[in-house]
């Protein structure tokens, strides 16, 4: 049944494994013949074979919940999971998927697997599996890491640049300060070869940067990729969130599907007063920069 109510985004995950669905190709490919504009990612363990579960589909976005890099701690958390499973699952989500769906590694830490050598090696694996993202996640729960913390995780050793930190949703909460981007002494908006422009600056708990805005392309196009430099800190992503205010007001775009955010924790570091962006698109790229006023201390 068709039905009149836009949908952004479906996002298969929940308490169990959407990938034990027998037909779950079949709920994505109803989503896409009925709304082909909705976004659609599934977040699962990866004790599948993907060819089996998701061969053949385009799917937007594959998340793999896979924590750790060696089985004994692996298993703490995934009782009789697949470290082996979950990790060849990444690896042919990126060789015999869709070729635009996005891959990211969820790599939560716990106190076994958070040893340095550990998140070196999942970085390997990253950059050797092409995938498009590995994300740290720090957390409060009961088995948490203690050497990584929210105060700590800027120490995380970063070996990639598809390498990404952030708290879990829950401890995101919390103080934060907001800058000013000041526009006469900023290059950002509408350049020669692409747009882009910053809607928030802040640091949150943690002292982690956050920055999110939006791009495209000059013609509209969405554009590859994003990357920030602040301070001694690089970061590279994607426009991955739906902006239908700039889809609105920009007749020309290819979608909604231009919005960034960057989390950068700062570690001991004052915040940034200046940014650097660079936008890759196909054949070009531009620069922006960003001059950001904090308010004064106290
Ligand atoms: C419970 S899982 C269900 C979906 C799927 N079976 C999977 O394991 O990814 C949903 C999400 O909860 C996250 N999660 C599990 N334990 C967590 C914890 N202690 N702290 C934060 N997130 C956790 C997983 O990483 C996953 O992204």
């Given at each position: 049944m068709r039905s009149d109510i836009a949908v952004d985004e479906v996002h298969?995950?929940?308490?169990?494994?959407?990938?034990?669905?027998?037909n779950f190709r079949d709920l994505v490919e109803t989503v896409r013949a009925l709304s082909p504009g909705t976004i659609q990612e599934v977040t699962t363990?990866?004790?599948?074979d993907f060819r089996a579960s998701l061969g053949g589909t385009y799917i937007d976005r594959v998340v793999v919940s896979c924590d750790g890099v060696r089985q004994e701690e692996y298993q703490k958390?995934?009782?009789?999971?697949?470290l082996e499973e979950a990790l060849r699952f990444m690896r042919d989500a990126k060789l015999?998927?869709?070729?635009d769906t996005f891959v990211e590694w969820k790599y939560i830490l716990f106190d076994g697997n958070d040893h340095p050598d550990d998140l070196i090696r999942a970085q390997v694996l990253a950059d050797e599996f092409g995938l498009d993202s590995l994300l740290f996640i720090v957390t409060n729960s009961k088995t948490r890491s203690l050497r990584y913390t929210n105060d700590t995780?800027?120490?995380?050793?970063?070996?990639?640049?598809r390498t990404k930190i952030s708290p879990a949703a829950a401890m995101m909460i919390g103080s934060r300060v907001s800058g000013h981007v000041d526009p006469a002494r900023s290059q950002l908006g509408d350049r020669e070869n692409a747009s882009l422009y910053i809607d928030e600056c802040r640091v949150t708990r943690g002292n982690m940067l956050t920055v999110s805005g939006w791009s495209l392309g000059a013609d509209g196009s969405y554009v590859d990729e994003v990357e920030l430099i602040a301070g001694s800190h690089r970061q590279v992503t994607q426009t991955h969130d739906l902006r239908h205010d700039v889809a609105a007001a920009r007749?020309?775009?290819?979608?909604?599907?231009?919005g960034f955010l960057f989390r950068v924790p700062l570690g001991g570091q004052s915040m940034p007063d200046a940014l650097a962006l660079t936008v890759r698109l196909r054949n070009h790229t531009q620069d922006f920069s960003a001059a950001v006023q904090w308010p004064a201390a106290g």
């Open positions: 298969y995950l929940g308490w169990g494994e959407p990938l034990l669905h027998p363990t990866g004790n599948a958390y995934r009782i009789n999971g697949s015999h998927g869709h070729p995780m800027a120490e995380i050793p970063i070996r990639s640049r007749s020309n775009a290819q979608g909604a599907r231009c």
